[in-house]
């Protein structure tokens, strides 16, 4: 991909979701990779973006075999200073497959999660389908702009059976199974607490009736059971990997007619219940 093309894949997920809504004090987000090169005299070829969570040796090789030459994936596989590179690192491995096939990585990251719109607001969505919700607010909100930021707590107007909060859940998820920690099998959910991915950092403090995330540690879980709370995990990634859907139809209503965004076959989250 030329560097035109490159930046306007980079301005369409930016339109979106702004990189300054991203936590850079430990976050990796922006372009990753940049495998551009210099405008040819040539008509340029059309656009083809890959969407993922993870940037697994799977998805790098689907990328290749695919012809993508622009890869925007959720989690940065990039996080720490890199010292050095080994073939040996699954991970560099794959840094040096995607250069060597000038493949770009974009990541969004926290930016998808604190976006007002974002995959947050879209877990509200899920899991308060066919209820009226009195009250949403971010549970960190950015202190630059207003209704965006990490988590949401959720306020029903009408309480909820917990069962029934689960089955929308697994629903609008496409989950056969998550895990619930319940203080009630029959407690009424009136408060929500909602955090794509690892909601431990980010419920410290939050009083709700439900927890809702990816994951928690067993102590986490285990406090906010005693404390009278229910909880629903579904596995990290997998509160995250169903709002691609979003992102893809965003980027193809951004991009010009001609260009394709399609989501990842091999992308999947790296548990599985046997």
């Not at 989690?75 to 890199?82: A, D, K, Q, S």
């Not at 995607?98 to 976006?115: E, G």
């Not at 009226?132 to 009408?158: C, F, H, S």
């Not at 991009?255 to 394709?260: K, Q």
Request: net charge negative.
């Amino acid at each position: 991909m030329s560097k035109t093309q490159v930046q306007r894949v980079v301005n369409a997920i930016q339109k979106f979701y702004p990189i300054a809504l991203a936590d850079k004090t430990w976050d990796n987000t922006g372009l990753l990779v940049d495998s551009s090169f210099e405008e040819a005299t040539t008509t340029a070829s059309p656009i083809k973006v890959l969407l993922t969570i993870d940037l697994t040796q799977a998805v790098a090789e689907e990328a290749i075999n695919k012809n993508v030459k622009f890869i925007m994936a959720y989690h940065p596989f990039i996080f720490r200073g890199l010292k050095s590179i080994s073939q040996q690192d699954p991970q560099q491995r794959s840094l040096l497959k995607l250069i060597q096939n000038r493949v770009s990585v974009y990541s969004p990251h926290t930016a998808v999660d604190s976006a007002q719109g974002g995959v947050n607001d879209y877990l509200v969505d899920v899991i308060t389908k066919g209820s009226i919700v009195e009250n949403k607010v971010p549970l960190e909100e950015d202190a630059n702009y207003p209704n965006n930021g990490m988590g949401r707590l959720v306020t029903l107007q009408q309480p909820q059976l917990l069962s029934d909060l689960v089955n929308r859940v697994k629903s609008g998820l496409k989950l056969k199974h998550v895990q619930v920690a319940a203080s009630n099998d029959k407690q009424e959910i009136k408060s929500i607490a909602i955090c794509a991915g690892s909601g431990g950092g980010v419920f410290k403090g939050v009083k709700a009736d439900l927890y809702f995330t990816g994951e928690l540690s067993h102590h986490e879980a285990l406090y906010f059971k005693e404390c009278g709370s229910s909880v629903i995990c579904c596995n990290h990634s997998n509160t995250e990997r169903a709002f691609l859907a979003v992102i893809q139809q965003q980027l193809t209503q951004e991009l010009e007619a001609g260009d394709e965004v399609v989501i990842s076959d091999e992308d999947r989250d790296p548990f599985e219940t046997w």
